[in-house]
């Protein structure tokens, strides 16, 4: 049996950088740094949010993100994600329910890979069958 993977989504990462929950930073530092991962749609969302970060905060922001990224595996979106991706949605609209696109790529990964999603957005990635979320900030 492998070790559980947990896939840190973008919230969970952006409280991570700004050290904004002690819990959070308790439960990272309890948690083997290879079962973290985060998937390329966060780090894409990330390396975004240094992009439109004022002059004065990018180049610290941009630190912050590369040292993240050296401790936190950052997964490439497989094709399996794909197959995932679809299916998620379809069940959601038949639902009439909604996950935003970067949540939903990121929720599909985690499916594909068997991955526990962190995220402080429990509410609506708890909407998708089949994944498993937990909160470490709270």
């Not at 499916?111 to 069958?129: C, E, H, Y």
Request: neutral net charge.
């Amino acid at each position: 049996m492998t070790d559980q993977l947990f896939m840190l989504d973008t919230d969970t990462c952006i409280f991570l950088m700004r050290g904004e929950s002690q819990r959070l930073e308790a439960m990272v530092q309890s948690v083997p740094l290879q079962q973290q991962v985060m998937s390329a749609v966060t780090f894409a969302e990330l390396t975004y949010g240094v992009q439109v970060s004022s002059t004065a905060k990018r180049k610290q922001n941009q630190i912050t993100l590369d040292s993240l990224a050296l401790h936190l595996a950052v997964l490439d979106w497989p094709q399996d994600a794909a197959k995932h991706y679809a299916v998620i949605r379809a069940d959601l609209k038949k639902r009439g329910a909604q996950l935003g696109a970067a949540d939903l790529m990121i929720a599909a990964h985690a499916r594909a890979i068997d991955a526990i999603v962190v995220t402080n957005n429990v509410k609506d990635l708890g909407r998708v069958k089949g994944l498993e979320v937990e909160n470490w900030t709270k």
